[in-house]
C-alpha cells in the first residue's frame, strides 16, 4: 500500500511538473522541485488558515498579534512566487 501510494503521488508529481515545464520552461529540471515545495507548502498552510477560534479570539482581544495572519489564497501566493523566485534561474 506505501508503495502504490508513493507510485502514484510520484506520477502526480511529474504531472504537475510537467505542465509547469509547458508554461515555464526556463525551470527546466526545477519544476518538480518547486512543485513538491508548493504541495508541502499548501499542505502545511491549510493546516494553520483559517486559525482555530481560539485563535481568532485572542487576534480579536489583542489585533496586534494577528500581524501575520493572512486568508490561505494569499498566504499560498506569497509562498509559491517565493518559491518560484528562488528556482529560477539567474543570468
Known sequence: MVKRHKRASLARLETMSEL?????????DDARIFCLICLASAGALSTYVPPPPGVLAAY????DLGVLHMELRDALRLS????????????
Open 20 to 28: 509547469l515545464r509547458r508554461h515555464v520552461p526556463e525551470l527546466g
Open 60 to 63: 480579536a482581544e489583542e489585533p
Open 80 to 91: 509559491f512566487t517565493s518559491s518560484l523566485l528562488g528556482v529560477l534561474p539567474r543570468a
